[in-house]
Every structure is written in C-alpha cells, then in structure tokens.
C-alpha cells in the first residue's frame, strides 16, 4: 500500500453571512495516498468545491477555515519547522494549516495546484493562453530561485521592477524561457500547433481546449497534489472522455495524486481508486470503490447509486433522491442526522444525536470503509420508522 501524501482531520469551513453562520465543511476526513485518484462525490451544495477550496487555503471572505489540520509529506518542509514549531510537524508530515502565510502560499504550484470548474471564466479574457500559462511558470521560477521565507509573487526581483510589471503585466514578466516551458506543456495536454495556439485568446480556444490548457497552467509547477473540481462539467460527453483520458495519463506519468472532485458517479468510477461521499458538508460514507460501489450502507450513497441509469438492466423510471440538501445554516442544523428528511429509513434514533462517522460495516473489504449512519451499527426497524409527514408537521409547529 503507498504511503499517505495528504491526512486532512477535522476540517471545517464556515462562511459568516448576514443570514447567519453557514457550515460548508463540517469535520471532513480523508486521506490521499501516492499516486492515487481519490474521489469525493456529491449533489450540488455538499460542500464538496469548498472543501477542495480549504485544502489549498483559497477560502475568501466571508468564509474561513475555522478548525482542522491539513498533514502534508513534505521532508523539506518538516526540517525546516521542526525545531520552530513543533506542534506543525509530525515525523515528515507539516500541518500545512499552522504554517505561516508566506509558506502555505508558497505551496500553490510546486506542492498543491489545483483545476478549476469554468475554464471560459478562469482564464483572463485579454492575455493570451501561452502568456497565461507562461506567468503560472515564471512564478514557480522565481519562487525556485528565492528562500521559501521571503516567496511571494515578486519574488526575484526588486520593487521598482515589480511596479514596472504591474503597470505593464503580461510578457514583461515572463522570461523566454517560461513562455518556452509553456509551449511544452500544451504540447503535453495534447494541444496541436501549440506554438501558434500559445499566442491565441482564450476566446478562440474550445472548451475542450481551454480545459486542457488549465491543466497545463495546474501542471506548471510540477504539483504533489492535483485538486480537480469536477474538471469536466462544463463539456460535452465526448470531450469528456478524452479530459479524463488525459488527466489519469498524466497522473501516471508525473505520479501525481489526485483528487478529484464531481457530482458524476460515472467519473468516480472510471477514475477513482478510493472515494469519499459528501452529504451537508459532511463525508457521510468512505471507502474503496468496491466498498463503496457494491456494498453502500449509507441510504444516501444507496440513492445516488440508484438514481443512475444502468444500461445492462434499463429500470422503467430512475430512483430520484427526493428533497433537497438542508440549510447549512447552524442554527437550523440541529443535532441529528442531516439526510434524515430525506432519507427512506430514518427512524427515532436518527433524530437523537449526530450519527459518528467511526462505525465500519462488517464484512467490508478492507478496514477503511466507514459509515456515518445508525444502519452500519444496527438493522433497520421499521417498528421505529418516522411516520410519513413528520418533518412537515415540525416545520408547522415551529411556524405556529
Ligand atoms: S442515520 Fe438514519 S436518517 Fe441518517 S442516513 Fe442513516 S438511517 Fe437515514
């Protein structure tokens, strides 16, 4: 088994808005190993893009990560703060969250990079691609040639110079050699004629293209972890499938790990060597893609496994998981299972307490698949289902 790149514990995210504090991430554990594809898949507003914000520290006001530790390998890293700060440092592991500001800046490119949903509003509109890309490169080349302490975005030259820079951006900044590397890398996305493409707008790319080019760009620093938010949502199914063709050819050829964030299960599935499953910012459900896959235990990985079509055995309707994902406002949270209004089985208990995500089910295939859900401890006991209208008669209560 390859060794952990990445322990994320216990992270949580909070947005604090006029309507109140919203918990978009709420106590989220994995682990991202050597050289794996790790997936975590959810519907829409499950807190999935925020948690892969949290990673690589691009949460912006309002929000905020509030709690947590981020575990990153990192043996440079770990001498360099041992005897500093200690508590950031377990064996060759850093917590990246208690590191200084400089630093955890300093680790976007060459430790954690990251591929973005909308190519088209990614990029910016009046710099061409090559220029784009060639500036993600020369940043990675500065902060090579700089001591970690004093990186920045200027690093390498003096402040005139970068007044200079910021008054007249783009190629200036650049050096040939970064424009050069550029063109390598959407050679190596697979874009044709990439020297003439380099000197082109984002506007006359493709979207399938343009995707490739933001891989190029997240590729420029030669990244540990690649974070991919559902890297292929915006495009056609064909295109589709040639991204991800491209993303696990990649991952294999710079042993990269991966994780890959997606509402499609189809994804997880071509993708993916192990996958967490989110639900109101929590992972409600993890393990293996067998464990998950074959032996779902939590009604909300059952449904999302339900609700897709199966060619081999077409059902005459799909399973829709009905309802929607809860207000993450805290105070309307309440401690209880948060899929209980939506869920098939939920019974009293579930409405005691906020199920612990350390159950395992017995029988699974490895020791990793873990539960968030009273089932995975006990059957369930239609003697304690909550009778049909039940959350609809709170809500009137609560009303009146
Ligand atoms: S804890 Fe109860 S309500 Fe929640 S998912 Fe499990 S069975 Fe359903």
């Known amino acids: ?210 995707q490739r080019a933001m891989i190029a760009q997240a590729l420029a620093g030669e990244p540990d972890v690649l974070v991919a938010d559902e890297p292929t949502t915006a495009l056609d199914v064909t295109i589709q499938a040639q991204i991800l063709n491209l993303l696990r050819d990649l991952q294999r050829d710079e042993g990269m790990s991966v994780v890959m964030i997606t509402h499609d299960l189809g994804v997880i599935a071509r993708m993916c060597d192990r996958v967490g499953v989110m639900y109101a910012g929590e992972i409600v459900e993890r393990g293996t893609l067998e464990d998950v896959f074959e032996n779902p235990v939590h009604p909300y990985t059952q449904g999302l496994l339900g609700s897709i079509p199966d060619l081999a055995d077409p059902a005459p309707r799909l399973q829709p998981i009905e309802g929607n994902v809860p207000s993450l406002i805290d105070s309307e949270m309440g401690d209880r299972c948060y899929f209980a209004d939506r869920c098939p089985k939920a019974m009293e208990d579930c409405l005691q307490r906020i199920p612990e995500f350390d159950a395992e089910k017995a029988g699974a295939s490895d020791d990793e698949h873990r539960v968030r859900c009273v089932l995975a401890e006990r059957q369930y006991d239609e003697s304690q289902a909550l009778h049909d209208g039940h959350f609809e008669e709170q809500e009137v209560a609560a009303d009146d």
């Open 1 to 210: 088994m390859a060794d952990e790149i990445l322990k994320v514990r216990d992270l949580k995210t909070r947005f604090f808005t006029e309507e109140g504090q919203v918990n978009a991430v709420e106590g989220v554990s994995f682990d991202v190993r050597d050289g794996e594809i790790y997936g975590i898949v959810g519907e829409s507003g499950s807190g999935k893009s925020v948690t892969a914000l949290s990673l690589i520290d691009l949460v912006e006001s309002p929000g905020r990560v509030t709690s947590g530790e981020v575990w990153y390998r990192n043996t440079e890293l770990a001498e360099e703060f041992r005897d500093e700060n200690p508590e950031a440092v377990d064996g060759e592991f850093v917590d990246v969250r208690r590191l200084p500001k400089g630093v955890r800046r300093s680790l976007r490119g060459p430790s954690f990079s990251m591929i973005f949903q909308d190519p088209m509003s990614s990029f910016n509109p009046s710099l061409t691609v090559g220029e784009q890309i060639a500036e993600a490169v020369e940043v990675q080349r500065r902060a090579r040639a700089n001591p970690r302490r004093t990186r920045s975005r200027t690093q390498g030259y003096g402040l005139g110079k970068m007044l200079v820079d910021s008054l007249v951006p783009s190629k200036s900044y650049v050096q040939d050699a970064s424009m050069d590397r550029a063109v390598e890398l959407l050679e190596q996305v697979g874009i044709p004629d990439p020297v003439d493409r380099a000197d082109e707008y984002p506007h006359q790319f493709s979207g399938g293209m343009l």
